[in-house]
């Protein structure tokens, strides 16, 4: 088992913003979540991915592993799995997983800064997370990136 897998099955994530596969590659990821007391509160978070990466344990320090408590855990409406989201740390991390239809972890996204995410709802394939700030960021879980 993977790097991402095996932090993954033990309630852990590699605690740098990024989108992690279950293959152990990532890519970068940029996501800005204003706070909720900030005049943006309510609005679409911005979610860019960058640059693909391997993951190589070597590149964290303990200190760069984090625990997530799960929050949602949500069946796709196709059956073909499903997404969880939640947070971590001290309250100002989020992440976001997509399993497989066996539970087995496709990808999960740790986001420093975007709060913990506490709901998702599904339109078709996309699907729209929602942080405890009531900021909302859409994804479509066909896009090459989120297979």
């Not at 309630?11 to 996501?31: H, N, W």
């Not at 007391?37 to 693909?52: C, E, K, S, T, V």
């Not at 971590?88 to 496709?106: C, E, Q, T, V």
Request: with cysteine; hydrophobic share 40%; net charge negative.
């Amino acid at each position: 088992m993977g790097i991402v897998k095996t932090l993954w099955a033990a309630g852990r994530v590699l605690g740098e913003d990024a989108l992690y596969r279950a293959d152990d590659t990532g890519l970068e990821l940029f996501v800005e979540g204003p706070g909720a007391y900030h005049p943006d509160a309510g609005q679409p978070i911005p979610f860019r991915l960058g640059a693909p990466f391997d993951v190589d344990i070597e590149d964290y320090g303990e200190d760069e592993i984090e625990e997530v408590d799960v929050y949602f855990d949500t069946p796709l409406p196709d059956g073909s799995g499903r997404t969880c989201g939640g947070g971590g740390g001290m309250g100002n991390i989020g992440f976001l997983a997509r399993l497989d239809a066996d539970g087995s972890l496709r990808w999960v996204a740790y986001m420093f800064q975007s709060n913990p995410f506490i709901d998702v709802r599904y339109e078709g394939a996309t699907a729209i997370f929602t942080n405890d700030w009531r900021n909302c960021l859409t994804l479509d879980l066909t896009s090459p990136a989120l297979l």
